[in-house]
């Protein structure tokens, strides 16, 4: 069997992906992964082929700032739904579709799987005549939204002599979901067949993390990872939760991502270590909370590991992620305008201090525990091809 896998560049939309790629692999198949050129190579570093294909990272940035600049004053929860059909329809998809088309029919692949926000996939996989399943990176993806997407993306079908299915041809074969029914939501029909998949955390492998010389061996204060992601990331409001929490008696880890110099955070005080990047897999294994913007792959990792959270979310699709932390009543949840210093304290004090929180957190896990595995979901996909 040879698939073919798709992705837009973002880390966050990308990483969900590799747990069944490499089941794939494992399994004997052939696999080849398309994606922007500049982020191939972290592709290839999890051992499977990749091949260039879209905008880069750096043009993608470039276009998800442009469409920001257009928009109108939305509040925090709108913005999700505005950016993704303008950002993965309109600006993303022409060019991938231009870079995907040859591949694929060079390749010539048996089953194609592409992340929720490539939508240049499905009109591949309709030219070709090959299946094609959409792999969910978080929460499902509204309904509204996708088929405003599809709209954006509708001339593409027919510059290729194809009428426009709904939802841009996603769910025509089926979708593969990382989302726990536990975290909310649930099946819904645009979707076709569900299959559910067990997230993975791929970076658990990439490492351990230090904490700093200055905490003894046997320092058995709580430790709390604060981080508010890859893409969303507010040096200002890291800073103030700092200060506020360091009125508790815990350890915090903080990361804060590529583009911010940890030394800004240099007057913090000595039970705080800030990092650009830690493997979030080895982090989790020791941290008895999680503050976090309420990013699918911060939530999915706290989850699996049985750690209750604060979500803080922010934009896109952080709100109906951290909702469904909320629904689980594995942590709390703060909306942009709850969130001080103060709150976040307190939100941290209940879910170190309240029992409840991690007795759930210990039940969502053993639920995601028993998803099937991707060793599992690969070998059901072996009777699409």
Known sequence: MRVLISSTPGYGHRLPLVGIAQAIRDRGHA?????????????????????AAGKTAADFALSRQAVRDA??????????AYVFPRLFGAAMT??????????????????????????AAPIVANLLGVPHLTHAFGAVTPAATVAEASTMVARLWEEHGREAPAFAGCYQHGYLDIWPSVLGGG????????????????????????????????DDRPLVYLTMGTVH??????????????????RILVTVGQHVDPDLFGGASEQVAVEQYVPQG?????????????????????????VPMVCLPQAADQFRNSAGVATSGAGLVLHPDQVTASSVTEAVRAALGDPRYRSVADW??????????PDEVAGQLERLA
């Not at 696999?31 to 091949?51: F, H, I, K, M, R």
């Not at 294994?285 to 699996?304: D, K, P, S």
């Open 282 to 306: 080895a982090v989790l294994r020791t941290a008895a909370a999680v503050v976090c913007h309420g990013g699918a792959g911060t939530v999915l990792g706290a989850a699996a590991a049985g």
């Open 233 to 250: 990331r507010a040096s200002r409001l890291l800073g103030d939760l700092l200060a506020g929490m360091s009125d508790l008696d815990i």
């Open 94 to 119: 022409p060019a991938m579709l231009d870079d995907l088309l040859p591949v694929a029919r060079n390749w010539a692949p048996d089953l194609m799987i592409h992340e929720q926000a490539e939508l």
């Open 71 to 80: 928009m109108p004053v939305l509040r925090p929860e709108q913005i999700g």
């Open 187 to 218: 099946p819904e029909p645009q979707l076709g067949q569900v299959r559910p998949l067990r997230p993975t955390d791929s970076s658990s492998g990439e490492g351990e993390w230090s904490p700093p010389p200055r905490w003894p061996a046997d």
């Open 31 to 51: 696999v080849l992964w398309a994606t922007a050129g500049d982020v191939a190579p972290q592709v290839t570093e999890a051992g499977l082929d990749a091949v």
């Open 364 to 373: 969502v896990r053993d639920q995601i525990a028993a998803m099937p595995s």
